[in-house]
């Protein structure tokens, strides 16, 4: 069974930082991998979606990355602001899309102004 | 707009009466599924629709029932047979096919009083 941990759970960091958040997966058969934001009450925003065949996808400050193979994946944030503090959520697709995605628990991430 | 509307906001439920909490998508999207998120916990699947007519239970499916008679549409409906229901529900829908995105409602918070 596919499992997804992320580390760190929790990262406090000034602003103007740049910061790289980890996420492993157990089974590196997979379709593709997202990372979403949460705030607080709110459902998921996708941040951006990594298909299994890609290394890296990029929008904006937000660059994440794939290795398959060794089951990780990467979200770097440059020059972080205070509106970037969120909790950031992984999660992998191994069913074809249609079988749901299994999700990380998240890194809770805090921009000190 | 496009997006996925999830309705209501907050829901109170009694001691052993079931609750329906509504999704609606209006994203022309095949697939559509109900997680649930607990504090500490990685978002779990309840259950997923691949197609009208058509739906699976997901890892924690009982003491739930859904229904899909119109693709927009995927209401969940909380039984009395579930004994934790306190949580955050969330709806989300994709075109179906392998490799595509996953995109979120808002959520429902749910609380037994």
């Known amino acids: 069974k596919q499992e997804v941990t992320q580390i760190p759970a929790a990262l406090s960091v000034p602003e103007g930082e740049n910061l790289v958040l980890n996420c492993s997966f157990t089974?590196?058969?997979?379709?593709?991998l997202q990372w979403f934001r949460q705030d607080p009450g709110k459902g998921l925003t996708s941040l951006l979606l990594?298909?299994?065949?890609?290394r890296e996808q990029t929008s904006g400050r937000l660059n994440a990355s794939l290795d398959k193979s060794s089951g990780r994946s990467t979200l770097y944030i440059a020059a972080s602001q205070p509106g970037d503090s969120a909790t950031y959520l992984c999660a992998v697709n191994s069913g074809g899309g249609a079988d749901g995605l299994t999700f990380g628990k998240g890194t809770h991430l805090i921009i000190q102004p | 707009d496009g997006g996925i509307t999830q309705s209501p906001k907050y829901l109170f439920r009694k001691e052993g009466q079931n609750v329906t909490l509504s999704c609606e998508q209006n994203l022309n999207h095949d697939a559509m599924y109900w997680y649930r998120q607990d504090p500490g916990q990685g978002l779990r699947l309840i259950y997923y629709?691949?197609?009208?007519?058509?739906?699976q239970k997901g890892d924690i499916a009982e003491g739930y029932s859904v229904s899909r008679e119109k693709k927009e549409s995927f209401p969940l409906t909380v039984t009395s047979a579930q004994k934790n229901p306190t949580a955050f529900y969330l709806c989300?829908?994709?075109?179906?096919?392998?490799?595509?995105?996953?995109?979120f409602g808002q959520g429902t918070r749910l609380t037994v009083v």
């Open positions: 629709s691949q197609i009208v007519n058509d739906f």
């Open positions: 089974d590196s058969a997979i379709y593709n």
């Open positions: 990594i298909q299994s065949s890609q």
């Open positions: 989300a829908s994709s075109i179906g096919r392998a490799n595509t995105e996953a995109f």
